[in-house]
């Protein structure tokens, strides 16, 4: 039996899939700091956020088409870079895709803790954990399914806060209320601040690019998955827009008691204290969603690698004989996630954000490359064509490097570490750079990818 993952994905289970790894909700979970950064003008560091990330989400729409394979940043950098810098690359995003499950389950799992003290915090962790694993191990249509039920849910409480915020502004400032340019301009906020509240809400958006690494369990990938990633980019940018735009209405300007929990405070203001328990459910419920959709993506980019024989091939280059899902892959990503028991919010979240913005530059110079090297059969030349879109990518790096810039020298030095732990890798595979990395051709033509050392 060839083991190629199997194709049972459409747009609709793409999308879904990336909104839940992206959690709309965590636009809710973080208000209060973009708020409180932006002096009241959260919208705009939103709106700022979402053009910014259109740009990437274009890029790896492009880089999707040419690649309609596993991987995601790791495999368009190796195929039109150079397979060392794909290692690299590959090797930060794994602080990203192997970190952010932890992360996730840590949130959940604190907030839970937070209700429920008497119940050992490392019981909810562990929970989140097997739950999770087992979906992902019974195969991407059962995550899928899951997928579908708790993005609902998510939404539904969504819909329920934005429906209050205004019902709330409406009672005190009648419908004339919801029309207001202070959400956008905040109490004097400038320029610096709402683009430093836009680099901080880019955070919110870090999940649009998992959807390329289901190319391979989609159906059509060159059709769908582009379309995907810009329609995950643009939905959950306007979610966030929207709900920043109302609950920023009940709430102006950015002063808080405590900015990060600002967003239940407004939920008891103007639900009371059912809906602050709804409130509660659906944060837990959209931490929950997020994970599943993490663990699946972080699981087929150690799998993709692990095919390209730069993880240890024997061990995750596997697939299970019945349900064709990576397992090893699956367990060592549950496996970080303990760490979540030993670890607090702030440290963790430290590892994430370079990793990310780092794939995210090197995906748009990987565009920019691509582009290049489609040059006019007869002169040689780029094509006007390509002039033009080669725009996109350019942008898209410049935006992406200065997000990566904004992180506090605490990520950067981890960052760093981390890339110096992937270089000694890396001088031990290629022994000394004498010689390429392990790689393989898994396109769809090459059939059977080898599985041994």
Request: with cysteine.
């Amino acid at each position: 039996m060839s083991d190629h993952l199997q194709r049972t994905l459409g747009l609709r289970s793409l999308v879904l899939f990336g909104l839940a790894y992206m959690t709309p909700m965590i636009v809710l979970g973080i208000f209060g700091v973009v708020a409180e950064t932006t002096a009241g003008a959260s919208a705009s560091a939103y709106l700022v956020a979402l053009v910014a990330m259109l740009f990437t989400a274009a890029s790896y729409g492009r880089m999707a088409v040419a690649y309609p394979m596993s991987g995601s940043a790791y495999t368009y950098v190796s195929r039109t870079i150079d397979p060392r810098a794909g290692f690299l690359v590959g090797w930060a995003i794994l602080l990203d895709y192997l970190f952010l499950p932890m992360v996730i389950w840590l949130i959940g799992g604190a907030y839970l803790d937070a209700q429920y003290p008497d119940v050992p915090f490392w019981v909810w962790i562990v929970g989140f954990i097997a739950l999770t694993s087992a979906l992902n191990v019974l195969g991407i249509k059962t995550a899928d399914r899951a997928n579908f039920a708790l993005m609902a849910m998510q939404i539904l409480v969504l819909v329920l806060f934005v429906a209050l915020s205004i019902g709330s502004v409406v009672g005190d400032h009648g419908a004339g209320g919801l029309i207001s340019s202070t959400p956008f301009v905040g109490v004097g906020a400038t320029f610096s601040e709402i683009t430093a509240g836009a680099a901080i809400a880019g955070y919110c958006f870090l999940g649009f690019d998992a959807v390329s690494t289901l190319s391979e369990e989609t159906i059509e990938p060159k059709r769908t998955v582009p379309r995907a990633i810009l329609l995950v980019a643009l939905l959950g940018g306007l979610i966030f827009v929207a709900v920043s735009y109302t609950t920023q209405l009940v709430h102006p300007g950015g002063t808080f008691a405590d900015s990060s929990s600002a967003a239940h405070d407004i939920a008891l203001t103007v639900g009371g204290n059912l809906f602050g328990a709804i409130f509660l459910a659906g944060l837990v419920i959209a931490q929950f969603a997020s994970g599943l959709a993490a663990q699946a993506s972080a699981s087929r980019l150690i799998y993709a690698m692990a095919r390209d024989r730069v993880l240890p091939a024997w061990l995750f280059g596997r697939l299970h004989a019945i349900y064709r899902t990576p397992v090893a892959a699956i367990a060592a990503v549950g496996a970080v996630g303990v760490l979540a028991i030993f670890l607090d919010v702030a440290t963790s979240t430290s590892f994430i954000n370079f990793g990310a913005f780092t794939a995210f530059t090197m995906v748009n110079v990987s565009a920019i490359v691509h582009l290049l090297r489609h040059r006019d059969e007869r002169d040689g030349t780029v094509a006007a064509r390509s002039w033009s879109a080669l725009a996109v990518p350019v942008v898209g790096a410049a935006v992406t490097l200065y997000l990566l810039a904004q992180l506090d020298s605490h990520a950067i030095v981890l960052g760093l570490s981390w890339l110096a732990v992937g270089l000694l890798v890396l001088t031990g595979l290629t022994r000394g750079f004498r010689q390429p990395p392990p790689s393989m051709d898994f396109s769809e033509e090459a059939g059977e990818p080898a599985l041994g050392l």
